[in-house]
């Protein structure tokens, strides 16, 4: 099999990683108010999913033709439903809900900016595996 899944697959886990990092430390930056803090999160997060597309389907196509371990395909269908989940439903709601703090508004408390962070170590977790399994292919 190529290595280029498992280039993929280490950049993918690599730009989540960071930006999760990064994510919490830029509300504790000087000057940094929880409305501008979020509109910069709004931005990060949309091209952090906007990559993720590109890397997730970039390593289902080059890891289709190969023969490669039933788990490996399993993780990268989880991966896929995973991205797709915070894509197109916490995501969403995730930016109206910041858009109503921006505006001064006080939004109703929801556990749905949790489900994204719990989505999200659970792909770092899942991309950890899906690399591990690559290298011994």
């Known amino acids: 099999m190529t290595p280029l899944p498992l280039a993929l697959a280490c950049i993918w886990f690599g730009m989540v990683l960071a930006i999760s990092v990064e994510a919490p430390l830029k509300f504790r930056a000087p000057g940094i108010t929880l409305p501008l803090g979020l ?28 023969p490669r371990p039933l788990a490996a395909t399993v993780l990268m269908t989880a991966l896929a439903a995973t991205l797709a989940v915070q894509v197109v439903v916490l995501r969403p709601r995730l930016e109206a809900r910041a858009q109503l703090i921006i505006d001064g508004g006080t939004p109703p408390r929801s556990r749905v900016h949790l489900a994204y962070i719990v989505l999200e170590c659970g792909k770092l977790l899942m991309l950890g595996a899906f690399g591990i399994i690559l290298m011994f292919v």
């Open 39 to 66: 509109g910069i999160g709004r931005l990060v997060f949309r091209a952090l999913n906007a990559a993720e597309i590109v890397l997730a389907a970039a390593t289902a196509i080059t890891l289709a033709p190969a």
